[in-house]
Nanobody, 116 residues
Framework: QVQLVESGGGLVQPGGSLRLSCAAS????????MKWYRQVPGKERELVAS????????NYVDSVKGRFTISRDNAKNTVYLQMDSLKPEDTAVYFC?????????WGQGTQVTVSS
C-alpha cells in the first residue's frame, strides 16, 4: 500500500536550516507530483511547496520563496524540503502528500520548531 514517511524535523534556532525528507513506497513515485504542507494548531493545513513528477517545475507559497527548496530523487523514491533562513513563524508540523489514482495520501508529519 501507499506509504509516506517524513523525517528530518527538529528544533532549530532562527536563521538556521533543516532538510526534511519524505520516503515514498507502494506506488510508481516517478509518475506523480509531490507536495509539502504544514500545519499549526488551530489552523488549516497550508500548501508550502510542490514539484512535478520529473522535478522540472516547482512552486512555493510566497512566505517561503527564496528560503525553501523542494527537490526529489526518483531513484530513491524520496522528496525533500530544504529549509534555510528559518523563522519562528515556520514552526509547524510538516507533511508530504501524494494523490495516487485519485486517492489522497499523507505522511504522519514531522515537527519543525524554530526558536531561540
Amino acid at each position: 500500500q501507499v506509504q509516506l514517511v517524513e523525517s528530518g524535523g527538529g528544533l532549530v534556532q532562527p536563521g538556521g536550516s533543516l532538510r526534511l525528507s519524505c520516503a515514498a513506497s507502494g506506488f510508481t513515485f516517478s509518475s506523480y507530483p509531490m507536495k509539502w504542507y504544514r500545519q499549526v494548531p488551530g489552523k488549516e493545513r497550508e500548501l508550502v511547496a510542490s514539484i512535478t513528477s520529473a522535478g522540472g517545475s516547482t512552486n512555493y507559497v510566497d512566505s517561503v520563496k527564496g528560503r525553501f527548496t523542494i527537490s526529489r530523487d526518483n531513484a530513491k523514491n524520496t522528496v525533500y524540503l530544504q529549509m534555510d533562513s528559518l523563522k519562528p513563524e515556520d514552526t509547524a508540523v510538516y507533511f508530504c502528500k501524494a494523490v495516487v489514482r485519485g486517492r489522497v495520501y499523507w505522511g504522519q508529519g514531522t515537527q519543525v520548531t524554530v526558536s531561540s
